[in-house]
């Protein structure tokens, strides 16, 4: 899958969140991190939380918010969500 600089740029900005150190610093480096980690990005909260689900983590508690602000996801800011690590 290819990510565009939108979503490789919000990585780069905040995979402190999810990682203690840095695992990539360029564009580039991001783009295949991703890649390897079979990243995915969902148009919706809702296409998070079903695949969140379909993956196997339980949500049935989470609000949309708790969601929002867990580790592996990250708010693109154009409506989308990079979802890493599931």
């Known amino acids: 899958m290819e990510f565009d600089k939108a979503v490789t740029d919000i990585f780069l900005k905040e995979q402190g969140k999810l990682y203690p150190e840095p695992v990539a610093e360029t564009t580039e480096e991001a783009q295949a991190f991703l890649e390897e980690n079979f990243a995915v990005v969902a148009d919706s909260i809702e296409e998070v939380m079903d695949y969140l689900d379909d993956s196997g983590m339980d949500i049935t508690e989470m609000s949309k918010e708790e969601v929002e602000a867990a ?6 800011g154009d409506g989308r969500y990079l979802v890493v690590g599931i």
């Open 71 to 76: 580790d592996e996801v990250f708010t693109i």
